[in-house]
């Protein structure tokens, strides 16, 4: 009697998880919206009185040019993820297709940049298990990067516990540790899709010029990675260079943030380590969030969150709008650049 109360208790979960879910990207991105909001109508006059002034757009030039590079970098490093695996690939190659697919995060599902790169290695003649796990260890160590220099520049949390989360981090990514963690983001991110979120992404990356499959061909790209028993992970060493690679590019991504603040208001040099946390801490909730594709909304309200009591939140608000569309308008340059440079190598051929 037991065991079947169990299984009804565990089916009722089960139920309700798959009629819950489809509604959950809805909730945190009109939870998050609905917070931006109130803050916007509450400081609304602040926001009104900040002015471009003609010394900001040198800064502002200088912002979307760090941002722009640091897509560049990080597909530089997609390439060193894919050299653990020991895959020979291409520098240029890489940069190419991270610019190219980088776009489509800001399709519905958040998954679509991931597909576009599987698909791309696929036609390199990458495995399809290799090309999975390189885009599933890339955001996972980009992840531990941004908490690890948050955990650095921001002063608010106590030294004792700076060093026991370091050390937490830096152990989890232990291929012994860190090949589980693969595993279940796996599940959690890359499984079939529904098949209204299949249609749309396809239907989406095919109007952006990504490569698309069926979503009964793209479960099979994966279909070897689908359970622990059936798969091998090759993660054999500590990933410590690319780790610092995506250090790297949080830095230049964060520059790029403290850069915009500046040029709405002038920035202590004291409060830059803190700027340049919550940059980075907000930019690892919008990366693990799930339901806001591109972190938009989640970036925007975890800065606000950290910020608001040490800067005006007139500032953050602008600060954090301005920057999303520097990063909108980098992400499209980056995707317009790859494409320019593709066609140039066909045509050179």
Known sequence: MGNKNLRLIQNFFQVAKSRLKPYLRYCILGGTFLFIAQAFVTHWQEVANIRIVATSFPLLAIALGSTLFSLIFVGWVWMLILREFRQRVNAAWAI??????????????????????????????????????????????????GVLIGLLCFDKINWFLRIVAAAAILTAIHPRILNPIVLFVEKLK???????????????????????????????????VKAKHKINLPIKRYPLVPLI?????????????????????????????????????????????????????????????????????????????????????????????????????????
């Open 96 to 145: 190419q297709v991270f610019l190219k697919t980088n776009i489509a995060k800001y399709l519905p599902g958040n998954i679509w940049h991931f597909w576009g790169r599987i698909l791309d290695a696929k036609k390199a003649g990458i495995s399809p298990k290799v090309a999975t796990l390189s885009v599933l260890l890339e955001p996972l160590l980009m992840a531990a990067a």
């Open 245 to 349: 690679g995506q250090m790297c590019f949080i830095g230049l991504r964060g520059s790029g943030f403290v850069l915009t603040v500046m040029a709405l208001n002038p920035v202590n040099f004291n409060d830059i380590p803190n700027l340049f946390g919550a940059f980075c801490f907000a930019f690892v909730v919008g990366l693990v969030v799930p339901g806001a594709p591109g972190g938009m909304g989640v970036f925007e309200a975890t800065a606000i969150a950290l910020l608001g009591d040490r800067f005006s939140t007139g500032i953050i608000l602008s600060a954090v709008a301005l920057y999303r569309i520097i990063s909108i308008v980098a992400d499209v340059s980056g995707a317009a650049l790859a494409k320019i440079d593709r066609r140039r190598d066909r045509g050179s051929k």
């Open 190 to 224: 890359l499984k079939k899709q529904d098949g209204k979120n299949s249609n749309s992404g396809v239907s989406a990356a095919e109007g952006l010029n990504l490569p698309t499959e069926s979503s009964s061909n793209l479960a099979k790209i994966t279909s070897s």
